[in-house]
């Protein structure tokens, strides 16, 4: 058992994360921390959790913080976790970082995709990128652990078998992502309101969205080359989930079962990704209406002889496998506890 | 006894008691083979027919 702390725990992933924790069986919560709700019941910014949880929020005490705990999940806004993660990482505390500031390895890359210098480059080593399914050893080894944005794993995760495989032409590689409201966060704007979020399809960033780097960054892990991905993300009408559609080329003729052989190589040890293609029932491929509330990464791939074309899909929970639910896995790994613990749950059908 | 799914790969199990005629279903990719002969020992299968889904018209 042991004691962990959230930092930013009133926003969406924060609460995520609570829901998850207050049931996980290796774990005791001890302090959360909220600025601009310190001193309420964690109930009334998470009306879910009421019965669950009788602790209240926080302000940010770093002290405190590492006193009282063994892990800190940081769960604030990009540019925000600077500070806040290389102050705890001096004191020895494991950190899970769900926010973009220690994703990247490459300082020069802050400056292309988020617009700002790194100040603490020499931090970026020592992150280890949160996705078992390809760091799972580094994981179990690491001291701060920085979680995938959830667009990005979930593509990551579509295309890794093919690249693997080497079975496709690297220099085209299409990213199409549709995520519902929640991955957008508990803070509004004008374009959160109802009247104006109801029922669009936005593409809200048809290109250079900041997801990309991590994509590039990781698909070139498992290639081995430099990858290159051109990625446009929509926000469409749903509360939790993302689609991404992956058009890729094949490098030369490839058989459907060659492809299945791949994706079942690369997944069949993994605990929460599932292959989706099947030619009957109502889950024919990876929809996120059939994984909401779990950690599952559903994949699958379709085969368009006419163009050469690839389409790799997959469909996740932005608020599990794209946030909490990666972060709680890979606490799950730091901490010598079963990967599974605390996450295995079916998703809610029909919601 | 285990046949290979033409399709996908996957392993289908054929029941002992399975008859010619019977359809077996891959539990992945959903195929569906029909069964044309069958011994002690041996079990041919061909795709089964079926109509698709489309939208969209």
């Known amino acids: ?44 910014i998470h009306p879910s959790l009421k019965g669950f949880i009788d ?13 009282q705990c063994d892990l800190v999940f940081v769960s604030v806004p990009h540019g925000n976790a600077l500070n806040i993660v290389k102050d705890l990482y001096s004191t020895g505390v494991k950190i899970v970082d769900l926010s973009a500031d220690f994703r990247l390895k490459n300082a020069e890359d802050y400056v292309k995709w988020y617009g700002w210098e790194h100040p603490f480059s020499d931090l970026l080593s020592k992150s280890v990128y949160g996705i078992p399914e390809i760091h799972r050893n580094e994981i179990k080894e690491a001291k701060l652990v920085s979680c995938p944005g959830c667009m990005a794993v979930t593509s990551i995760l579509a295309l890794k078998p093919l690249l693997e495989n080497k079975f496709i032409d690297t220099s085209h590689i299409i990213v199409d992502s549709k995520i519902g409201s929640s991955g957008a966060g508990a803070n509004d704007s004008t374009g959160t309101h109802h009247a104006m979020r109801y029922g669009v399809i936005r593409p809200y960033k048809p290109s250079k969205h900041r997801h990309t780097g991590e994509i590039e960054q990781e698909l070139s892990v498992v290639s081995g080359e430099k990858i290159k991905v051109s990625m446009s993300p929509h926000a469409v009408n749903l509360v939790r989930g993302i689609l991404t559609t992956n058009h890729v080329f094949l490098n030369s003729p490839r058989s459907e079962i060659e492809l299945w052989k791949a994706y079942r190589n690369s997944y069949k040890e993994e605990p929460f990704i599932r ?17 909401v509330g779990s950690n599952f990464c559903d994949v699958g791939f379709d085969m368009d002889e006419n163009t050469n074309r690839i389409v790799a899909l997959s ?3 932005n608020l599990m496998k794209g ?29 | 006894m285990k046949k290979e799914c033409k399709d996908c790969g996957a392993e289908l199990t054929i029941p002992q008691d399975s008859m010619v005629g019977e359809i077996i ?3 992945d990719c959903g195929t569906d083979f029909e069964i044309v002969s069958k011994t002690e020992d041996t079990v041919e299968m061909k795709e089964a027919e079926s109509v698709g889904e489309d939208w969209g018209q």
């Not at chain 1, 896995?329 to 079963?338: E, H």
């Open chain 1, 323 to 351: 946030a909490a639910g990666s972060a709680i896995q890979n606490m799950n790994l730091m901490c010598g506890f079963n990967e599974t613990s605390g996450l295995r749950y079916t998703p809610l059908t029909p919601v």
């Open chain 2, 25 to 27: 279903t891959c539990p």
């Open chain 1, 315 to 317: 469909a996740s929970d």
């Open chain 1, 55 to 67: 602790l209240t929020f926080s302000p940010m005490e770093m002290d405190k913080i590492v006193n």
């Open chain 1, 275 to 291: 292959l989706i293609r099947d030619k009957k029932g109502l889950y024919k491929f990876p929809d996120p209406k059939f994984v």
């Open chain 1, 1 to 44: 058992m042991i004691k962990v702390g959230v930092v930013g725990a009133s926003g969406y992933v924060g609460g995520e994360l609570l829901r998850l924790l207050v049931v996980h069986p290796d774990v005791e919560l001890s302090v959360l921390t909220s600025r601009q709700n310190a001193g309420e019941y964690v109930h009334r």
